[in-house]
């Protein structure tokens, strides 16, 4: 099928983003809250721990000081981002690289802060370096590369600039956690850790955008032909990637029409006459697409049945001749389980080149099929009233399937008067 407007992609994945990006700061803010309360409860409930884990007191408001600013920040972001996700508007991209910047900047003001009451060379051995990870992380949730990477380079730049203000750094020292290797290597990890998640962050975009196309291109299948369309004949059109085009080709046309149907209902509610026919129609559906067809339109109390489009088939007027003598066995089994609802019908079936497209407005379009072999076919099924028969097809269906046995037991009315047509022509009554 035609993939759909590139606006509809476009805005999809924008509110995808925004929906990912609300995930990744709720989870942020739940972190950050946790966090808190952890070490807020440390500092002020475990004193002796704190001070064999620091060189000096730390103050039991300090996680406070801390934490919370952030976690402000986050809650507040997390609210404009829901207001203006309210009103269909966008996060704006250097916004997200922005609040990035600030976010991932809450392991640096730690390693600050701790740093005054530890040895800067513990504090980068203790868990606020570890932080950087988180933020990474959740970066995928982002759905962009570049803002993975951002993070991630910002996290190691902001670790080496703590290391070499913090850490009395000899190049060549003897003390690993002392020389620039060992910290320039946290760094890279650092980084690295950023470019992964970016790849993780495209991943997770092309699977959303490869399943908003699918979803698409199966809308616009069932937009066009209706859900009754059989799931094999739907991944057939998928496959082709393209609209049915307009052309003229040859296709059989198969009208319904139950008959008196229209006298039934007066004795019925509303109700039952909706559940009759669309528990009737299942089962017609369930004929048709066995047979290689489609039921393109339902007309009230009938319907009309494509084989040979908008796929091709070469036994069109057999699978469509089949289909009708099934259909009759399944409306004789019907009555039989349902004598309360016995009907009957009548069908008529022509082949012949008919025009074949999709029409509409770009906000609902349909395929159809028009010309003299949809218009025979009708006529065909009307005349079923008047010569009491149930099946009947023109000479074209007859001469394309004489020779298989799918047409056997004809009896050959004659040419007859057909209304609309100058002159008469050739039909068939199937037994």
Request: aromatic residues 10%.
């Amino acid at each position: 099928m035609v993939a759909a407007a590139p606006d509809f992609f476009a805005d999809a994945l924008r509110r995808e983003i925004i929906r990912s990006e609300q995930q990744r700061m709720r989870a942020l803010a739940i972190f950050l809250a946790v966090l808190l309360s952890l070490t807020f409860a440390v500092a002020n409930f475990f004193p002796d721990y704190t001070s064999r884990m620091f060189e000096r007191d730390v103050p039991g408001w300090l996680p406070l000081v801390g934490i919370t600013p952030f976690l402000l920040y986050e809650l507040g972001s997390l609210t404009i981002l829901r207001y203006r996700a309210a009103r269909d508007l966008d996060f704006p991209k250097v916004g997200r690289f922005g609040n990035a910047l600030i976010e991932t900047s809450l392991p640096a003001a730690v390693i600050v802060t701790l740093s005054h009451y530890m040895d800067p060379l513990l504090v980068f051995s203790f868990w606020p370096p570890l932080l950087y990870f988180i933020f990474i992380l959740l970066s995928t949730l982002r759905l962009d590369f570049w803002l993975s990477v951002w993070t991630g380079g910002v996290a190691a730049l902001q670790q080496m600039v703590l290391v070499l203000w913090l850490v009395p750094i000899e190049p060549w020292g003897n003390i690993p956690q002392e020389t620039l290797l060992f910290h320039f290597s946290r760094t890279l990890v650092l980084f690295g850790s950023g470019l992964v998640a970016g790849f993780v962050a495209t991943s997770l975009r092309t699977q959303f955008e490869k399943s908003v196309r699918a979803v698409a291109a199966r809308d616009r299948v069932t937009n066009l032909f209706g859900q009754h369309v059989s799931p094999a004949v739907v991944d057939r059109l998928l496959a082709t990637r393209t609209d049915p085009p307009s052309e003229i080709r040859t296709v059989c046309v198969l009208f319904l029409d139950i008959r008196g149907f229209t006298a039934m209902t007066r004795k019925r509610s509303a109700e039952e006459t909706v559940a009759l026919l669309n528990a009737f129609f299942a089962e017609m559906i369930d004929v048709v697409d066995c047979n290689n067809g489609i039921i393109n339109k339902f007309l009230g109390d009938g319907f009309l049945a494509l084989f040979g489009a908008p796929l091709d088939d070469p036994s069109a007027a057999r699978h469509a001749l089949a289909a009708a003598r099934a259909i009759i066995d399944t409306v004789e089994r019907w009555n039989d389980t349902h004598p309360a609802w016995a009907l009957k019908v009548g069908i008529g079936i022509h082949l012949g080149e008919a025009v074949t497209g999709t029409v509409g407005s770009p906000q609902r379009k349909e395929y159809t099929v028009i010309g003299d072999t949809v218009n025979l076919a009708a006529r065909l099924e009307q005349l079923t009233k008047d010569v009491g028969a149930r099946l009947l097809v023109s000479q074209s269906v007859h001469e394309a399937t004489a020779g298989d046995g799918t047409g056997d037991g004809a009896i050959d009315l004659g040419p007859v008067t057909i209304r609309g047509y100058e002159e008469k022509v050739r039909v068939w009554r199937m037994a």
